[in-house]
C-alpha cells in the first residue's frame, strides 16, 4: 500500500495563508487517520548541541559595559554572552523555537561609525523546529527581539550574514529543523531585559476550511 505524498503549501496573496494538512495512509479508514494525525502531540524541543565553532562566543558571563568614549568617538564593544535555553512552542502547528545563546555587545565592523554610534549589536543562536501536522515552514523573519527599555521590537538584520563565522540561520520546512545565528540591532543604552518573539502569521487548512489566527509568542532571554 503506498502513502500520498504531502501536498506543499501555497502562497496566497489574501492575509492567509493555506495548508495542506498531512495526507491520510492508504484509502481505509480515512476518518480515523486524519483524527490520529489531528491529535498529534506539539513537538517538544530536545537539547541542542553547541553552535559550531568559529560562531561568535558566549562563555563571558560578567558583565562588561562599553568602554567610554567622547560624545563624537565611536563606541568600543566587548562581548557579552552566555548559554540559555528559552523555548517557544506552538501548540496549533507543532513547531518548537529554542534559543540556546545569547551575546550582547558584539563588535562592529569597520567603516560603519554612524550605525555604531547608534545601535548595539545582538546576537541569538537559535534552532527551529517545524511540526509535521501542517505544510506550514518557520521563517527567520517570523521572530523579532523585544527589549523592555527603552522599548523596541526589532526584526533580524541580515547585514551581518557572513560575519564572524556564525551560520545562517535558514528556514525549516515541514519536519525540519535547522539551526544558526540572528542578529538584532538594538538602541545604545537598551537594559538587559530582552524576549526572543515568534510572530506566527494567519493560516487556512485548505483541506477543512480551519482558520488559524495568527499569534505572537515570546519566551524571555534575559531579565
Not at 489574501?14 to 502531540?41: F, K, M, T, Y
Not at 517557544?88 to 523555537?97: K, N, S, Y
Not at 521563517?139 to 551581518?160: C, G, H, R, Y
Not at 526572543?196 to 493560516?203: D, E
Request: glycine share 6%.
Amino acid at each position: 500500500m503506498k502513502t500520498s505524498p504531502a501536498a506543499p503549501a501555497r502562497p496566497l496573496t489574501a492575509p492567509r495563508a493555506r495548508l495542506w494538512r498531512l495526507a491520510a495512509v492508504g484509502l481505509v479508514a480515512p476518518v480515523v487517520a486524519l483524527g490520529a494525525c489531528s491529535a498529534e502531540s506539539p513537538v517538544t524541543a530536545g537539547a541542542t548541541a553547541p553552535a559550531t565553532s568559529g560562531t561568535p562566543s558566549a562563555t563571558s558571563t560578567a558583565a562588561t559595559p562599553t568602554t567610554s568614549t567622547p560624545a563624537d568617538a565611536v563606541p568600543v564593544d566587548k562581548r557579552v554572552g552566555r548559554d540559555i535555553r528559552a523555548v517557544i512552542t506552538d501548540p496549533d502547528l507543532g513547531h518548537t523555537i529554542t534559543a540556546t545563546s545569547v551575546i550582547r555587545h558584539i563588535e562592529w565592523p569597520t567603516g560603519r561609525p554612524v550605525s555604531a554610534k547608534q545601535f548595539e549589536i545582538v546576537g541569538v543562536s537559535v534552532t527551529l523546529s517545524a511540526g509535521s501536522r501542517y505544510s506550514a515552514s518557520i521563517d527567520p523573519s517570523m521572530l523579532s527581539l523585544v527589549a523592555a527599555s527603552p522599548s523596541q521590537t526589532i526584526k533580524p538584520t541580515s547585514e551581518f550574514n557572513g560575519l564572524w563565522g556564525a551560520p545562517v540561520l535558514k528556514s525549516a520546512g515541514r519536519s525540519q529543523t535547522t539551526r544558526g545565528w540572528v542578529f538584532f540591532k538594538v538602541d545604545r543604552g537598551t537594559t538587559s531585559s530582552l524576549k526572543l518573539a515568534f510572530n506566527r502569521p494567519a493560516y487556512e487548512v485548505s483541506t477543512t476550511g480551519k482558520n488559524i489566527p495568527a499569534k505572537t509568542f515570546t519566551a524571555v532571554l534575559a531579565k
